[in-house]
Nanobody, 125 residues
Framework: QVQLVESGGGLVQAGGSLRLSCAAS????????MGWFRQPPGKEREFVAA????????YYADSVKGRFTISRDNAKNTVYLQMNSLKPEDTAVYYC??????????????????WGKGTLVTVSS
């Protein structure tokens, strides 16, 4: 079993920044790719960013490219999402996930083996 716990969400004004963290336990964290998804109010869960097990490769949705940065610290079993220049349309519950070794595509919701419970980010205009 794997436990993923997100933190760092909150209320921020447009143009501001937040840093989300996702702490993992229960599995060898450093051997798995990790990712962030988000679910805006009334919408489906969507891909935000992914990072390879080593941290050498990162991937982003077009909507956040240049504003968000995903990173990881394998010694701390933690993955981060630095969010800058936030916009009201970034308002969502943000979830971290641990990818299945057989996921095939980072932007698929069903590519995840485990999810955290999410943290709410609200961006006011």
């Amino acid at each position: 079993q794997v436990q993923l716990v997100e933190s760092g969400g909150g209320l921020v004004q447009a143009g501001g920044s937040l840093r989300l963290s996702c702490a993992a336990s229960g599995r060898t964290f450093s051997t798995y790719d990790m990712g962030w998804f988000r679910q805006p109010p009334g919408k489906e869960r969507e891909f935000v960013a992914a990072i390879s097990w080593s941290g050498a490769s990162t991937y982003y949705a077009d909507s956040v490219k240049g504003r968000f940065t995903i990173s990881r610290d394998n010694a701390k079993n933690t993955v981060y999402l630095q969010m800058n220049s936030l916009k009201p349309e970034d308002t969502a519950v943000y979830y971290c996930g641990l990818y299945s070794p057989y996921s095939g595509s980072y932007d698929r919701v069903d590519g995840m083996d485990y999810w955290g419970k999410g943290t709410l980010v609200t961006v006011s205009s």
